[in-house]
T-cell receptor
Framework: EDKVVQSPLSLVVHEGDTVTLNCSYEVTNFRSLLWYKQEKKAPTFLFMLTSSGIEKKSGRLSSILDKKELFSILNITATQTGDSAIYLCAGTASKLTFGTGTRLQVTL | DGGITQSPKYLFRKEGQNVTLSCEQNLNHDAMYWYRQDPGQGLRLIYYSQIVNDFQKGDIAEGYSVSREKKESFPLTVTSAQKNPTAFYLC???????????????FGEGSRLTVL
């Protein structure tokens, strides 16, 4: 059975801090890893990673995939209160398998 | 604007009643999905459909049923056989590609079902 594990489960940081969220996966016939941000209801897409070692960046967010170690990280630099959300990662084969998510709270 | 519409947003039902959650998309996507989200458990796949008139069970299909008679519609019925139906339900769609079999998922706003 495919499995995706995220850590930490929750995290509280101060505005301006840098955070690293972790995602490990065991997905048969793995094709890609996706990151989503869920603030209230609908998760919104952040990144799709298919190649190992190539960093993807979007503003203060960046992510990288290690297909040898079956691992991905999501970095957020200079965090803001608007970054407070649940961050979900998912491994894809013929379907997506989601992790439990990391709840990030950014305080003033 | 293109997107996914779920209805109703909130739903209360008595135990033992079947309920149907609506999901409509105008993105022209082939694939549609239903997920259930409980606190601390992330998103779990209930059913998915990769083409009209075809669907497959996900990881937690027991007590649920779906249909896919039209490309844009993928309703989910929560039956009385589902032992713990109170949850947040998310519908999603995607356009699978060769490099990414599932494609990027686009989500609806969700339906929160509470069984009294």
């Amino acid at each position: 059975e495919d499995k995706v594990v995220q850590s930490p489960l929750s995290l509280v940081v101060h505005e301006g801090d840098t955070v690293t969220l972790n995602c490990s996966y065991e997905v048969t016939n793995f094709r890609s890893l996706l990151w989503y941000k869920q603030e209230k209801k609908a998760p919104t897409f952040l990144f799709m990673l298919t190649s190992s070692g190539i960093e993807k960046k979007s503003g203060r967010l960046s992510s990288i995939l290690d297909k040898k170690e079956l691992f991905s990280i999501l970095n957020i630099t200079a965090t803001q209160t608007g970054d407070s959300a649940i961050y979900l990662c998912a491994g894809t084969a013929s379907k997506l398998t989601f992790g439990t998510g990391t709840r990030l709270q950014v305080t003033l | 604007d293109g997107g996914i519409t779920q209805s109703p947003k909130y739903l209360f039902r008595k135990e033992g009643q079947n309920v149907t959650l609506s999901c409509e998309q105008n993105l022209n996507h082939d694939a549609m999905y239903w997920y259930r989200q409980d606190p601390g458990q992330g998103l779990r796949l209930i059913y998915y459909s990769q083409i009209v008139n075809d669907f497959q069970k996900g990881d937690i299909a027991e007590g649920y049923s779906v249909s896919r008679e039209k490309k844009e519609s993928f309703p989910l019925t929560v039956t009385s056989a589902q032992k713990n139906p109170t949850a947040f339900y998310l519908c999603a769609s995607s356009q699978p590609g060769l490099a990414t079999p599932t494609g990027e998922l686009f989500f609806g706003e969700g339906s929160r079902l509470t069984v009294l």
